[in-house]
């Protein structure tokens, strides 16, 4: 069988504000493909990071500033 699931972190949970939401897909940040949390932790740097993901199907391009 074929999986058409796309590859990436499916977000479970979120804070509420968060500009994510629960069901999207992350499938880069900072254009680096992300398939893991390692890979996300890898990729996310301190400022303003661009997060890729899929929304029902349709990809966007969020900015979330991490100050940590």
Do not use: F, H, W
């Not at 499916?10 to 398939?35: C, F, H, M």
């Amino acid at each position: 069988s074929v999986s058409a699931e796309p590859k990436g972190l499916k977000v479970d949970s979120v804070k509420e504000g968060s500009r994510l939401t629960a069901g999207q897909i992350i499938t880069e940040i900072n254009a680096k493909p992300v398939t893991s949390i390692g890979d996300a932790r890898a990729a996310l740097r301190r400022g303003v990071n661009q997060i890729r993901v899929l929304t029902e199907g349709k990809s966007s391009l969020i900015a979330l500033r991490l100050d940590e």
